[in-house]
C-alpha cells in the first residue's frame, strides 16, 4: 500500500509539472504582447513598464519559467493587469462561492441519486426502473445552462418564489444566501445526479447478489432491515469515491452554471479574466482547478485501495 | 461482428431506432437548412419583434424580430458541424496517439501516456475556455478547443484496446512472417480495436454538441450573425420574461441532438463492448 501510494503520489507531481508548463504557456502562447493587449494602446508607458517588469517579460524563457514556478509555489502567482490586486486574494475571494455552489449540487446530485438509483435496483426491468434509466438519459443530455434559464423562468419568474441571480455570503444572511443557492445548486447537481443514478443502482444490484443478503433474507430479517443494514450499508461505500470524484467535477464544472446565475465565483472570474484578457488571473484560476482536479482524484485513488482490498497495487499504472 | 448482425442486434430495442430516426432528420435539416427554413435566418423585421408562437411563425421571432424556428433549422448545421469536427479531430489525433503508444510500449508508451494525463488534469470546460483564450473566439476556434480536450480520452481507449490484442496469435504470427510495423497496425491490430473506438465517438458527438452550444453560450464559439443554438439561448436569456419561446426552442433543440446522440452510444455499447458498460457503470465515470 505505501509503495502505491509512493508511486501515484510521484505520478501526480509528475502530471502537476507538466500541467504548470502548460499553464505558463498561456502567457506565451497569446499571440502579440500580453500586456499591451490587456492594457490597450493608450496605456501609460510606467503602467506598462511595472507590469512588464513585474510579471518578469523581458528574461528569457526558461529564467521566467523557473520563477514563475518558484513563486506560484510559495503562493505567488503574480499581479492582476487590471487591478492590481494579487491573483492570489482575488482566487481567495471568490473561493466560499464557489464551494458552497459545488458542495450543494452534490448534496442535490445524492438526493436525486440514492432514492432513484436504490428504487430502480429493486425494481428492475419494472416502470420505475424504466423511469430512472430515462430521467438519467436526460439529466445527462440536458446543457446546465438551458436546465438554468428554464428554471429561473418558472421559479423567479412565473411563480416568483426564488431569486433569478445573485448572491449572498453566508455569513451576511444565511436566509438569503440559501434562497439565491437553490436553483444555482439544482442545476449544476442534476447531471452528477444522473450519472450517480446509474452508479448506485449497479452497486446497489451487485450488492443484493451477495451471500450475506441472502442468508439475512433466509433467517428471516425484515426486508427493510435487509435493505438498510445489508444492502444499502455496502452499496453505498463506493459512493464516497466516486462522490468525491463528482465534487471535482463540480468545482470545476460549475463554471457555465456561474455565468448564467451571475453567480460570483470562481468560473466568473475565470470568464472575466478572458474577456479582459487578464492572463495572470487566468492562469491561477487554472492551474487552481487543475490542481483540485488532480489532488481529488489522488485522494480518490488512495482511498479506494483502501477500502477495496481486491484491488491490486501491482496492476494499476 | 459483421456490420449487418451489429445492425440487426442495435436496432432490437425502439430506443435506438428512436436515435437513429432523430438524428438522420437532424442531419437531413442541417444539409437542407436553407431550402428549409421558412424565413431568411438573418433577415430582420423590427416592426415584428418578439412576437410569440403564430401560424405564420411558429417558434415565434427574436428581439430583433427574425424567425426562431429558421434560426434553429439553421443552427442544426453549424452544432453538427462543429460537433463533428471536433471529434474527427480527436479521433484522429487521439487514435494515433493510442496505437502508437500500445504497440511500441515502452518510452514511447510513457511519453505519450504521460502527455495525455497532463491534459486529462484540466477540466474540459477550462480547457476549452484556456484555448479559446489564446487562440481568439469563434467557430474553427471552437473546433480545435474541444477537439484538443476530447483527444486523452480517445488515446486512453485506443491504447487499452492495443494492449489487450498486441500478443494475440494472429499479430505474433504475422510478426514473424515478416509483417512490417506499418502493416501489422494497419491490417491486424487497428481493425480489432475499432468498437469501443465507434462507442466512443457517439457519446463525444453528445459531449461536444453540448461544448459548443455551452462556449457560444458564454460567447467564445459561433460569433454573430451565424445562428447557433447556444448563442440563441444567450440572446434569449435576456428576454426570459418577456418572451420564453426566444429560450425554449433552442434549449430542446440541443438537448434533444445530444440525447440521441447519447441513447445511440449507450446502444452501441450494449452491442459492440458489453464489458465496457459494466466498466464504466461501477466507476461512476461517464464524462
Redesign the interface.
Given at each position: 500500500m505505501t509503495r502505491y501510494a509512493l508511486r501515484r503520489l510521484a505520478q501526480s507531481v509528475a502530471v502537476l509539472l507538466g500541467v504548470s508548463v502548460l499553464v505558463f504557456a498561456i502567457m506565451q502562447l497569446v499571440p502579440g504582447d500580453p500586456i499591451r493587449a490587456a492594457l490597450g494602446q493608450q496605456a501609460d508607458p510606467e503602467t506598462y513598464q511595472a507590469l512588464r517588469e513585474r510579471a518578469g517579460l523581458d528574461d528569457p524563457v526558461p529564467v521566467q519559467f523557473v520563477t514563475w514556478i518558484g513563486n506560484a509555489l510559495t503562493g505567488d502567482f503574480g499581479v492582476s493587469f487590471r487591478t492590481g490586486e494579487t491573483v492570489l486574494s482575488l482566487i481567495a475571494e471568490r473561493v466560499p462561492a464557489t464551494l458552497s455552489l459545488a458542495l450543494a449540487a452534490i448534496v442535490v446530485a445524492l438526493l436525486i441519486a440514492i432514492p432513484l438509483g436504490t428504487l430502480s435496483a429493486l425494481n428492475p426491468r419494472k416502470p420505475v426502473d424504466w423511469f430512472a434509466s430515462l430521467s438519467s438519459q436526460a439529466g445527462l443530455s440536458v446543457p446546465d445552462f438551458w436546465l438554468g434559464i428554464m428554471l429561473i423562468l418558472v421559479f423567479a419568474g412565473t411563480l416568483g418564489w426564488l431569486p433569478s441571480a445573485g448572491y449572498t455570503p453566508l455569513t451576511e444572511s444565511p436566509g438569503d444566501w440559501l434562497r439565491h443557492l437553490i436553483l444555482p445548486a439544482i442545476t449544476a447537481g442534476v447531471s452528477s445526479g444522473a450519472i450517480l443514478t446509474r452508479f448506485v443502482r449497479s452497486s446497489v444490484l451487485e450488492s443484493l447478489g451477495q451471500d450475506h443478503v441472502r442468508t439475512a433474507r433466509a433467517k428471516g430479517m425484515r426486508a427493510r432491515d435487509v435493505l438498510t443494514w445489508h444492502v444499502l450499508r455496502n452499496a453505498l461505500v463506493p459512493l464516497v469515491t466516486v462522490g468525491g470524484v463528482q465534487l471535482a467535477y463540480l468545482l470545476s464544472g460549475v463554471v457555465v452554471v456561474e455565468y448564467v446565475f451571475a453567480w460570483p465565483g470562481l468560473g466568473q472570474l475565470a470568464f472575466q479574466a478572458v474577456e479582459s484578457r487578464d492572463y495572470p488571473v487566468l492562469q491561477g484560476a487554472v492551474l487552481l482547478f487543475a490542481v483540485i482536479f488532480l489532488l481529488v482524484n489522488l485522494v480518490v485513488d488512495l482511498a479506494y485501495a483502501r477500502l477495496d482490498p481486491r484491488i491490486t497495487y501491482r496492476s494499476a499504472r | 461482428m459483421r456490420a449487418g448482425e451489429t445492425l440487426r442486434l442495435l436496432f432490437r430495442g425502439p430506443t435506438a431506432i428512436v436515435a437513429a430516426a432523430v438524428l438522420v432528420v437532424l442531419i437531413v435539416t442541417a444539409f437542407l437548412g436553407e431550402q428549409l427554413a421558412p424565413y431568411d435566418a438573418t433577415a430582420t423585421d423590427v416592426s415584428n419583434r418578439l412576437q410569440g408562437p403564430s401560424g405564420d411563425h411558429w417558434f415565434g421571432t427574436d428581439e430583433l424580430g427574425r424567425d426562431v424556428l429558421s434560426r434553429v433549422i439553421l443552427g442544426a448545421e453549424v452544432s453538427l458541424r462543429v460537433g463533428a469536427v471536433a471529434v474527427g479531430i480527436s479521433l484522429v489525433a487521439g487514435v494515433l496517439i493510442g496505437l502508437l503508444a500500445g504497440y511500441y510500449g515502452r518510452w514511447v508508451d510513457d511519453v505519450l501516456m504521460?502527455?495525455s494525463?497532463?491534459?486529462f488534469?484540466?477540466?474540459a470546460?477550462?480547457m476549452a475556455?484556456?484555448v479559446?483564450?489564446?487562440l481568439g473566439p469563434g467557430s474553427t476556434n471552437a473546433m480545435i478547443a474541444i477537439g484538443i480536450v476530447y483527444t486523452p480520452i480517445f488515446a486512453r481507449i485506443t491504447r487499452a484496446s492495443v494492449l489487450s490484442v498486441r500478443e494475440e496469435v494472429y499479430v505474433r504470427a504475422a510478426r514473424s512472417a515478416g509483417a512490417g510495423d506499418l502493416r501489422i497496425i494497419g491490417r491486424h491490430v487497428l481493425p480489432n480495436v475499432t468498437a469501443p473506438i465507434i462507442v466512443q465517438t457517439s457519446i463525444s458527438l453528445?459531449f461536444a454538441i453540448?461544448s459548443e452550444?455551452?462556449l457560444s453560450?458564454?460567447g467564445?464559439g459561433t460569433q454573430p450573425p451565424d445562428p447557433s443554438w447556444g448563442r440563441m439561448?444567450a440572446e434569449?436569456?435576456g428576454f426570459?420574461?418577456q418572451a420564453?419561446w426566444m429560450?425554449?426552442f433552442?434549449?430542446v433543440a440541443?438537448?434533444v441532438t445530444?440525447?440521441a446522440f447519447?441513447?445511440l452510444g449507450?446502444a452501441l455499447r450494449d452491442v459492440l463492448d458489453p464489458r465496457q458498460r459494466q466498466a464504466m457503470?461501477?466507476?461512476?465515470?461517464?464524462?
Open positions: - | 504521460r502527455l494525463d497532463v491534459l488534469a484540466f477540466p470546460m477550462l475556455i484556456a479559446l483564450a489564446i453528445a453540448l452550444a455551452a453560450f458564454v467564445l439561448l434569449g436569456r426570459v420574461e420564453w429560450a425554449v433552442p434549449g440541443i438537448f445530444v440525447l447519447n441513447v449507450d457503470a461501477t466507476s461512476g465515470a461517464t464524462r
